[in-house]
């Protein structure tokens, strides 16, 4: 079993409606990341999280909400979504210490027509 | 600020051909580099990582070393296979600096043909 999961995989939604992205981990790790990937943009952090009760946000929160609902669990909100933010969306965690890296989830892609 | 520059792509080569795919960076502190491969259709996973200067990191016929003297960590491999098309991500997290999260280059190509 994948160790960071996703769902949906993919999602075609319509501009203003409100779309939840989740996201799983049974890596035990505190930290989880949402990030978006865009075509020669990289990825770009839209919010982090060190607990349950730590939320914080990234370069690019402005459109988006996060809810930590467990330590393994994560959601990203699109409250009213708009095409712009028609990308592909991915969960990332990773455990505390100097060198550690990421893992990422397979990743959502969303379409808000 | 931090910030990771990766040459641009699509990197199109020959099976067997010698691959370099240029990273620079720029830090305040002492960053610890990272190179991420993103398959078709997959989430990006781990390819190598080096955490202080002159450090190499290694995996799968891939290296890289850290270059503090250039800010450099160019991604090499002496033979590349159609296996090995994907998107690279080069990466760094400057944890002495108490930064928390990453910073990612945008990627770079590489498409390998038989």
């Known amino acids: 079993d994948a160790d960071v999961t996703q769902t949906p995989r993919n999602r075609i939604t319509k501009t203003g409606k409100r779309i939840m992205l989740e996201c799983s981990q049974t890596?035990?790790?505190?930290?989880m990341y949402w990030y978006r990937q865009d075509p020669g943009l990289g990825l770009r952090l839209i919010y982090y999280s060190f607990d349950v009760k730590d939320i914080n946000k990234g370069e690019i929160s402005d459109g988006y909400s996060v809810s930590r609902q467990a330590q393994a669990k994560f959601s990203l909100s699109l409250e009213s979504a708009i095409p712009n933010q028609t990308a592909l969306y991915f969960c990332a965690t990773r455990a505390p210490g100097k060198y550690n890296e990421q893992f990422f989830g397979p990743g959502t892609r969303l379409t808000v027509l | 600020g931090n910030s990771v520059t990766q040459m641009e792509g699509p990197v199109t080569l020959s099976e067997e051909a010698f691959l370099t795919i240029n990273c620079t960076y720029t830090a305040t502190g002492y960053p610890s580099l990272f190179w991420y491969v993103q398959y078709p259709g997959e989430g990006l996973q781990l390819l190598l990582k080096?955490?202080?200067?002159?450090d190499k990191g290694s995996n799968k016929g891939f290296e890289a070393t850290y270059r503090k003297e250039t800010t450099s960590f160019h991604l090499e491999k002496g033979s590349v296979q159609v296996s090995d098309s994907a998107v690279y991500f080069c990466?760094?997290?400057?944890?002495?600096?108490?930064?928390?999260?990453?910073?990612f280059g945008t990627g770079t190509r590489l498409k390998v043909l038989a």
């Open positions: 890596k035990g790790h505190d930290r």
């Open positions: 990466a760094l997290s400057d944890l002495r600096a108490g930064t928390y999260k990453y910073i």
């Open positions: 080096a955490t202080k200067a002159d």
